[in-house]
């Protein structure tokens, strides 16, 4: 867009040494809000023994391989959760045990999920909590800091 600006000014001024951006600010600024807001599609799936994780943005996946990210683990490697709201994003990060005994962070951007969905997310992470919690998974006492 904003080559297109440039080449525009140019045709109406007749001189490519001037260079008036117009629309290209602008541009700049929707493709980073985008980019903060996260991907727009992302699906959740708890059925059978793993989670599945996907975030991905179909228009700019050939930018980089962050806009496309997908994870899988056992329920049972299920930590806790954190659900970070920032203005217009929000953010779910998972605690997941290792073999190291050391805790990791999968964070996944799902801004665009509607309230009820989030809900739903948000009961079936308490619920996988409980039940690693009655099974012995979870070795420390685990607080839900979930907002």
């Known amino acids: 867009m904003m080559v297109f600006d440039v080449f525009v000014v140019s045709l109406e001024d007749g001189s490519f040494g ?3 951006v117009r629309m290209g600010y602008f541009v700049l600024v929707a493709v980073v809000f985008l980019i903060y807001r996260g991907n727009p599609v992302f699906t959740y799936d708890s059925d059978g ?6 975030s991905k943005n179909p228009s700019l996946s050939f930018l980089s391989s962050a806009m496309k990210v997908h994870y899988e683990f056992p329920k049972r490697k299920l930590v806790g959760y954190a659900i970070n709201r920032w203005p217009l994003r929000r953010t779910l990060v998972l605690k997941v045990s290792s073999k190291g005994g050391i805790n990791k962070q999968i964070k996944v951007t799902c801004s665009y999920i509607s309230r009820q969905e989030m809900k739903d997310l948000e009961r079936s992470l308490r619920g996988i909590l409980s039940k690693n919690k009655k099974a012995g998974y979870l070795e420390e006492n685990y607080e839900d800091n979930g907002d």
């Open 49 to 54: 023994e793993v989670i599945i994780l996907d």
């Open 18 to 20: 001037e260079t008036k």
